[in-house]
């Protein structure tokens, strides 16, 4: 039997604030790492190697194309301007950072960070 053992840890927090009947700020945080893998395996057929030829290709590390070991933090920061009871202004800004730190086909690490402004009716 094959076995894959993963795991994943995740840690969130956030605060709003409400100062006055005008601002809202709010800041939100994420962490999360996540690994995982196979046990390395064998494909031992002696009875099959006995009357047929050795393949040419190397599967000793067929294993490791299944093991992950990545990482990713994100946090967003918005603040809200009320105009009046039933019209605001928001702005926000988002960033995201992963790390991939066993990449086996390619790296995937990299950040981003989103700004965006909205507004905001109520009717």
Do not use: C
């Not at 920061?77 to 730190?101: E, K, L, Q």
């Amino acid at each position: 039997m094959l076995h894959y053992t993963s795991t994943t840890n995740t840690a969130m927090a956030g605060l709003k604030f409400h100062p006055n009947e005008k601002w809202d700020f709010s800041l939100d945080a994420t962490w999360t790492s996540s690994d995982g893998g196979m046990d390395p395996f064998s494909l031992a057929a002696p009875g099959y190697v006995a009357h047929d030829p050795n393949t040419s290709f190397d599967f000793s590390q067929t294993y490791t194309y299944s093991a992950l070991d990545v990482s990713r933090f994100e946090a967003q920061m918005s603040v809200d301007f009320h105009v009046n009871t039933s019209f605001w202004v928001n702005g926000t800004i988002r960033y995201a950072d992963y790390s991939d730190d066993h990449p086996y086909l390619y790296n995937t690490t990299g950040s981003v960070t989103v700004y965006s402004a909205s507004l905001g009716w109520v009717f």
